[in-house]
């Protein structure tokens, strides 16, 4: 039984105290510590207010390595675009997002007044029934699309409608507003693992639970033009299984550590 550690995560995830906890289930604060050391087992009324604290089933609390493979369902879990523009006739326009503004978009997304702030504009042949966002780019992560690149998404409802290969925008509690090539592993460990095309770049994985909105690239604006001489070798699908290799590698000799 998991009970233990997934009880330390959830609440540090919280972020909530062992006292603030025992408040809430009426209890003193030793015995919060005594669950999350294993020494001790909670009544089944207690657990079913943890279930509702924390938003988890009864089994995945109890059964499910949460810190280690996710929340169960993640890949169903709807993410909500809670402002978005629109101009006199109530056609929806395309916010920009800096590169300066990226780091207040973490913060500001779901914040009207600071969804305003941003400059927006209309590009023709898009789709009238999606909302898009554009996301400039900075680093040489995703070459050939240069640094100051601006990528058009349009945005995914549901995690579990990611595509594995395709290029999405992230906006992650992690890694902030990032452009990868993403495969999905939802299903499998309750995680993503995002690849860039620049192959000097390592794969890293984030978790489903901590991404805030997902857009998928349709389109990109650059004034730059591509050099042929300067193209990225193409990323292949040995290259993605030596890259996940190596990471696997990493994870086994840092855990050793």
Known sequence: MLLAKNLRFLRSQAPMTQSELAEKLGLQRTMISAYEDGR???????????????QVSMDELLYHDIQELGRKGV??????VLTIAVDEGDNEKITMVGQKA???????YADPEYMESLPRFHLPNLSKHTTYRAFELSGDSM??????????????EQLRDIKSGKTYVLVTVTEGVVYKRVFNYLEEN????????????????????????????????????????????????????????????????????
């Open 102 to 108: 990226s780091a207040g978009y973490l913060n500001g």
């Open 190 to 257: 309750g995680k993503l693992f995002l690849v860039s095309d620049n192959e000097h770049y390592k794969p890293y994985e984030v978790k489903g639970e901590d991404v805030l909105e997902i857009w998928e690239a349709k389109a990109f604006i650059s004034t730059d033009f591509p050099n042929p001489k300067d193209r990225v070798k193409p990323i292949s699908l040995e290259d993605i299984s030596q890259m996940i290799l190596e990471l696997k590698s990493d994870i086994i000799r840092l855990g050793g550590k």
């Open 75 to 80: 890949q169903n879990r709807n993410i909500k």
């Open 40 to 54: 001790s087992e909670p009544k089944l009324s207690s657990l079913e207010i943890m279930t509702q604290l924390f």
């Open 143 to 156: 070459l050939p699309l240069v640094p100051g690149t601006v990528v058009i998404g349009s945005y995914v």
